[in-house]
């Protein structure tokens, strides 16, 4: 596109030419040559830093800027209310204490599918969540955002967690705030905490998902919280979901399972693969990997736990519990049992492109459907 084609508001704001951002997605999905694909085309990418320590994130920032000077954020998943844990595997595990009926119940799962027990977490790929869920802590978080204030990226985006306690010194270090949430109670909280957008993310979206419809989350949050603006995911994969969720009452979306079949995405390709192939009914949403509700492709780990008559432990005991069985499922090559996080807009995905395709793609056809297509199926008068 030599010019941009619609603007919003997000654009102003951010200083960007597409209402694109790519979502976080821990751990390592949105590394720096994502960040850098999606910001250098216009849009905006976001750093997943929710299992990094403050050195690494500063060490991710460097790469990222070294590959664009175009606008990029941050994202860590803050003030987690978990206890203190380590982000040691081993050392977690120890201070974890893991229940035995679940460890007894994982370690029969894994014997009878042949999957070998792996705890060196240098082992695990890309998007491998369960491995950045058990890290997340309240203490981390703290420190993360410490390090977000001294790096000034152009946003701070807050998962799971309320951001409200630093908005004021983000401000005044010109950071943006955004705060990602599924349900409107949240996003009212947020909102009245000062920041600058609400990420509302319907139960469509990959990853850590709520219960609540797009569809009715997007337009309820935008009114419970105007004047601040709605950014939204969970679902968005083209141009016809783009121009939906500005239907909708957002200024813009949070891309990420989309952006997981792009060239440029480090994930393995088995992975790319199952988003691909995916249908509309390929995924489920429970608590089985990390503790907190995840939306992935369906695997027998779940069907399994489902019907173990066992509960699912809380974040992070639960990442804790899975973390050596994921990775040794991706080496036996049962990658649903490692943990296949993406939205149901996944069956939308066809084909593995470049960043900078998808969200040319997903501009034009947004703007063909806004300005001509939509004016030829409403008529008024
Ligand atoms: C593999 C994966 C990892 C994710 N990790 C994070 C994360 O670290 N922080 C976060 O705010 N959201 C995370 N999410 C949620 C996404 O940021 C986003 O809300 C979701 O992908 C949007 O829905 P979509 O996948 O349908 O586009 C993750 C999602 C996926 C698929």
Redesign the pocket.
Known sequence: MSKPVFRTKLCDMLGIDYPIML????PD?SDPRLVAAVSEAGGIGVL?C?DKSPDEMRDLVKEVKKLTGKPFGI?V?LPIKAKNFTTDYRRALELANLPADHVAFRDGFMADNNIPYDDDTSHATP?M?SI?AYKLSYELGQQQVRAVLDLKPTVF?S?LGDPSFMVKDAHAAGIRVMS?IGKTKDAIRVGNGGVDAVIA?GT?????SGAVDGTVLVPAVSEAVAPTPVVA????TNGRSLAGMLALGAIGA?????F?ASEECSVPDWYKDKLVGATDTSTVRNRWFTGKTTRHIGSEWDRQCDASGLEALPMPEQGILVTPMTIGAAQAGRYEDSGI???Q?AARITEVLPAATIIKEMIESATEILSRELPTRVSFG
């Open positions: 979502a976080a997605m821990a999905v997943a929710a994202d998943g998007g969540s950045a985006v998962a990602v993310t469509a979206a990959g990853g850590h995911g969970g679902g968005v949070w891309v990420g399972s989309r997981i996080y993406c939205g807009g």
